[in-house]
Every structure is written in structure tokens, then in C-alpha cells.
């Protein structure tokens, strides 16, 4: 089973800015799209930010303009820039596969912790 590692997260101010990564233990020049997700204590698993080989983007509203999602495929890692931050970003962080469907495929990685705070 693929084993994806997600990592860059922690503490920063509002308006900060962190970069997080998230490799996979496979190839993922294959995959067409990969996600960003995040958790905030409380709340539901949210789509965040979608890359497809093509280079196509997709952002949830409420990060459009500040986050960027990106991938390097020889690396079989993608990434996603994260600036302005504002507390309500805080969250669990995770990335996975994307099926046709929609749907995630690969088993959940841990995750890493965003915390913006003063």
C-alpha cells in the first residue's frame, strides 16, 4: 500500500506564510489528480486545493488566492504554498490520490499540523 508523508507544517502568525509536502512511497507520474485536504478540530475533512498532470488547478474559495498547490512528479511529491494565513486556516493537512470518481484512494497519511496563532 502507498504510504504518503505529509510534512512542513507548524506555527506561524497571521499573514505568515509555510510550504508543505507531501511524498508518496510510489510514482505518482501516473496520477492524473492529487488533492490537498484539511481538518480543523471539530469539523469535517475539507478539499482544499486539486492538481491534475495537466497542470490544472482548482482551490476551495476560502484559500483561493493565497494558497498555490503544485507537483514534481519525478520527486513523487506535490506541494502546496500556503501565504497570508489567518488563524482560521489551522488544521490537519493531508494529501491523497484522486480517482475518477471523485473519491480518495490511498490510505490517509498523518497528516501535518497548521497552527496560526498570535
Known amino acids: 500500500q502507498v504510504q504518503l508523508v505529509e510534512s512542513g507544517g507548524g506555527l506561524v502568525q497571521p499573514g505568515g506564510s509555510l510550504r508543505l509536502s507531501c511524498a508518496a512511497s510510489?510514482?505518482?507520474?501516473?496520477?492524473?489528480?492529487m488533492r490537498w485536504y484539511r481538518q480543523a478540530p471539530g469539523k469535517e475533512r475539507e478539499s482544499v486545493a486539486t492538481?491534475?498532470?495537466?497542470?490544472?488547478?482548482n482551490y476551495a474559495p476560502s484559500v483561493k488566492g493565497r494558497f498555490t498547490i503544485s507537483r514534481d512528479n519525478a520527486k513523487n511529491t506535490v506541494y502546496l504554498q500556503m501565504n497570508s494565513l489567518k488563524p482560521e486556516d489551522t488544521a490537519v493537512y493531508y494529501c491523497n490520490a484522486i480517482d475518477n470518481n471523485n473519491r480518495y484512494y490511498w490510505n490517509w497519511g498523518q497528516g501535518t499540523q497548521v497552527t496560526v496563532s498570535s
Open positions: 510510489r510514482s505518482i507520474a501516473s496520477i492524473d489528480t
Open positions: 492538481i491534475t498532470n495537466g497542470g490544472s488547478t
